[in-house]
């Protein structure tokens, strides 16, 4: 981090300019919209939100200004994180605006400019003057028939006696702070009045507080109350109860809880009630501009969709999330990014944005959630290298055994869970948990990537953090290198590879710059890459093919393991390329290398139309790539030959070899249509989409032509109920105009 942005992150404030001069020499970077969610006017309203910004966008040594519907506001950005450059990369926004008319829909216009020579002096809004005010937050629950209780307000006043709130702070983590607000997030387990403490909840609050009206003064108080069972190396346990949030006059209480180990959840409650009725609608075009996410289709949901959206969800409920990932078949989580994130990012409606975050929360349902109870942080394999999952059984022998490597093993080893009256799953031979909910990580969607983009939320971030760290953690210890985080050998499925690299980069490209963990998940995707590139990309004796040494999964032909998946293959690459978009060392690389084959089997044909491979069937759901002595096959033409015998000498597309394929696939075909489902917005061909729209990215040969092609098929999804409600696969490239 340059140490322009490290003490922007310190002192938690950019461009608190005077509005005398907020006019001067402004450069607009972007406009997002302040919509109201009331009737009524309202005053003294309460934003904050995440932005994320362009390489070069916000240079380092400027200041960042708004103003809304033409009018400048003090602006306060906490900085998270910055390009290579220095320029800033993503950065927490608050703002307090005097006053907001009912249903207004309002530009707020983020510009920069060069900083007055005397920089205003702005003093962050102090815990004193939060403890001043009568503000808490409780929770108050009962395990066993024991009464517990957290209280905010002991827990940051025994950080202010310490005066232990700093950023990353184990006790007390000073997320945000500045004149505008300033945030802390304190942590306890629950206690009973005796003192016990449960062994197994624990608690955060992340306590936001925003400056009144007055000067000095405290107005609203948001309060983000998050639950865990998470004690990584602690015996599991799966405690039931029902749980009662108050803050001021605003409670909730939840349904009847069963939280099994590795899990969380969250609930926003606003002291009093005082929850502004805003929503701050970004530019998504900026997002996928900036190379955060993919470039996607110009598309509009169908307004009956938006409405049937759900706004929440329980606490511990898995939602639209499919309950056991590992499930076959099309799933809305499962794509470059899940179904309801990438509705927003196509279209950011307020029903659209609440649905991503429903969702997001329940993923706290799954057994994912692995914190050192050491360190207070999601699990690092450079501390535990010897931790695993699918390999427990197997390191679980190891611990009992002598010597250093015995003790390596004991260190890191995790408790099986142990049958009771609310699991009865559990097994001496392997890992589990007893959770019904079951993550997979060939099936994983995107997990707070895009919500805490967005939010710049303590919660979201904490949950990218922990998506990465169960992504490392999980595998083969020795498979992954122990502490280096290698991908290929540890994830046996291409799509599996293809989305632990996306989870991976996400968190590495997008986690605070200070975050104890962040080096290691950018060490852990240049590792990856370069045991990829050496491998494959700089091995003159890999395949001619660009697939992967384990992609053969199927048996065709006679043949066993002798074919592959296209469409994994497609994933891997589009990850590759959203990786080398972040900027990764080595991912352009790699990215070629694989893209080849999208490419290669889209126009192959070019050079001998009934021998080369036929662009129809690019999109197939496997195709023989072994010959029968398992070695890979030399060509192209070569697996369409062993694949598909009776359509050779028939022209690619010619109404000859297009009779072929009906005949094959025994259903009716027509002239330029692709293999498998190509009317589905989640069929073969939508999986190829983001493969070749990576692949077009390249500078190489046929590149765009072989989009060119694609876009010329003649099924697509439809305009309704096809890409429109269901853009999961709506990837374009960025270097092909619409």
Same mark, same amino acid.
């Given at each position: 981090m340059t140490t322009a942005i490290s003490k922007l992150a310190l002192t938690g404030v950019i461009g608190m300019a005077l509005l005398a001069w907020q006019h001067a020499f402004a450069a607009t970077v972007v406009t997002d919209h302040v919509i109201s969610q009331a009737r009524h006017p309202q005053n003294h309203v309460s934003v904050t939100f995440g932005q994320v910004f362009k390489t070069g966008d916000i240079p380092r040594g400027t200041s960042l200004v708004a103003e809304v519907d033409g009018k400048p506001v003090p602006l306060q950005v906490d900085a998270k994180t910055?390009?290579?450059?220095?320029?800033?990369?993503?950065?927490?926004?608050?703002?307090?605006?005097?006053?907001?008319?009912?249903?207004?829909?309002?530009?707020?216009?983020?510009?920069?400019?060069?900083?007055?020579?005397?920089?205003?002096? /702005?003093?962050?809004?102090?815990?004193?003057?939060?403890?001043?005010?009568?503000?808490?937050?409780?929770?108050?629950?009962?395990?066993?028939?024991?009464?517990?209780?957290?209280? /905010?307000?002991?827990?940051?006043?025994?950080?202010?006696?310490?005066?232990?709130?700093?950023?990353?702070?184990?006790?007390?983590?000073?997320?945000?702070?500045?004149?505008?607000?300033?945030?802390?997030?304190?942590?306890?387990?629950?206690?009973?009045?005796?003192?016990?403490?449960?062994?197994?909840?624990?608690?955060?609050?992340?306590?936001?507080?925003?400056?009144?009206?007055?000067?000095?003064?405290?107005?609203?108080?948001?309060?983000?109350?998050?639950?865990?069972?998470?004690?990584?190396?602690?015996?599991?346990?799966?405690?039931?109860?029902?749980?009662?949030?108050?803050?001021?006059?605003?409670?909730?209480?939840?349904?009847?809880?069963?939280?099994?180990?590795?899990?969380?959840?969250?609930?926003?409650?606003?002291?009093?009630?005082?929850?502004?009725?805003?929503?701050?609608?970004?530019?998504?075009?900026?997002?996928?501009?900036?190379?955060?996410?993919?470039?996607?289709?110009?598309?509009?949901?169908?307004?009956?969709?938006?409405?049937?959206?759900?706004?929440?969800?329980?606490?511990l409920d898995h939602c639209d999330q499919t309950q056991a990932m590992g499930t076959t078949g099309a799933q809305a989580s499962i794509g470059p990014l899940p179904r309801w994130t990438s509705v927003y990012i196509v279209h950011p409606d307020v029903r659209a944005y609440h649905w991503m975050l429903a969702n997001t929360d329940a993923l706290g349902a799954y057994s994912t959630h692995y914190r050192d109870e050491q360190t207070g942080l999601p699990v690092s394999i450079q501390k535990h290298p010897h931790v695993t999952i699918l390999n427990w059984a197997a390191a679980n022998r190891m611990a009992g055994g002598a010597g250093k490597e015995g003790a390596a093993y004991r260190a890191d080893l995790l408790q099986n869970c142990l049958n009771n009256s609310v699991v009865n799953t559990c097994k001496t031979a392997w890992y589990g948990t007893g959770n019904p909910n079951v993550w997979d990580d060939a099936h994983q969607p995107s997990a707070a990537y895009v919500p805490y983009m967005v939010t710049g939320d303590y919660y979201y971030m904490s949950e990218l953090a922990f998506s990465a760290s169960y992504n490392e953690l999980v595998s083969n210890e020795s498979y992954r290198g122990f502490s280096k985080g290698l991908i290929d050998r540890a994830h046996g499925q291409v799509r599996g590879k293809a989305w632990v690299l996306r989870e991976m980069a996400d968190a590495a490209w997008l986690l605070p710059q200070a975050h104890p963990l962040k080096s290691e998940f950018i060490a852990d995707v240049e590792n990856a890459l370069a045991d990829w590139n050496a491998k494959y990309t700089d091995n003159p004796n890999a395949n001619a093919l660009g697939l992967m040494d384990n992609g053969a999964i199927y048996s065709t032909n006679g043949g066993q393991k002798n074919a592959m998946a296209p469409w994994q293959h497609n994933f891997l690459t589009w990850s590759a390329g959203h990786a080398a978009d972040l900027g990764f060392t080595g991912a352009a690389a790699f990215r070629d290398w694989l893209a080849k084959f999208e490419i290669g089997l889209m126009t192959d044909w070019l050079h001998d139309a009934g021998r080369g491979f036929c662009w129809l069937q690019a999109s197939a759901y496997n195709i023989q790539v072994k010959d029968a002595a398992g070695q890979w096959l030399p060509s192209y033409s070569a697996v369409y030959a062993a694949t598909y015998p009776s359509l050779l000498g028939l022209a690619c597309n010619s109404p000859t070899m297009v009779a072929g394929a009906a005949k094959l696939a025994r259903r009716p075909w027509k002239t330029s249509q692709m293999a498998g489902y190509p009317e589905s917005p989640t069929g073969f061909p939508a999986n190829l989409q983001i493969g070749l729209a990576a692949a077009a990215d390249t500078t190489l040969s046929n590149a765009h032509a072989a989009w060119r092609l694609f876009e010329s098929r003649s099924a697509k999804p439809p305009v309704r109920n096809g890409y429109n409600n269901y853009p999961n696969f709506a990837v374009i490239p960025r270097s092909i105009g619409d």
């Open positions: 910055s390009h290579p450059d220095g320029s800033l990369r993503h950065a927490v926004l608050s703002m307090v605006l005097s006053s907001l008319p009912g249903k207004a829909d309002l530009p707020l216009t983020l510009s920069t400019q060069a900083p007055p020579a005397t920089p205003p002096q /702005a003093t962050p809004l102090a815990l004193a003057q939060l403890l001043a005010t009568s503000y808490d937050a409780q929770i108050a629950l009962t395990v066993d028939g024991k009464p517990y209780t957290a209280s /905010a307000r002991k827990l940051l006043q025994a950080a202010a006696s310490a005066k232990a709130c700093a950023p990353w702070g184990t006790q007390c983590n000073l997320w945000l702070s500045g004149p505008q607000v300033s945030e802390w997030v304190v942590n306890a387990p629950v206690t009973a009045t005796d003192g016990t403490e449960n062994p197994d909840l624990r608690v955060f609050f992340a306590v936001r507080a925003y400056a009144g009206a007055t000067p000095g003064t405290v107005g609203d108080i948001r309060t983000d109350i998050i639950v865990e069972n998470t004690a990584a190396f602690a015996p599991q346990a799966q405690p039931q109860y029902t749980a009662t949030l108050t803050s001021g006059t605003a409670s909730y209480t939840s349904p009847a809880l069963t939280q099994y180990a590795y899990t969380r959840w969250h609930k926003v409650l606003w002291w009093n009630n005082s929850q502004p009725q805003v929503y701050l609608q970004q530019d998504t075009q900026y997002i996928q501009a900036s190379k955060a996410v993919s470039r996607y289709m110009p598309l509009t949901p169908d307004e009956s969709f938006l409405a049937g959206l759900r706004q929440s969800c329980d606490p």
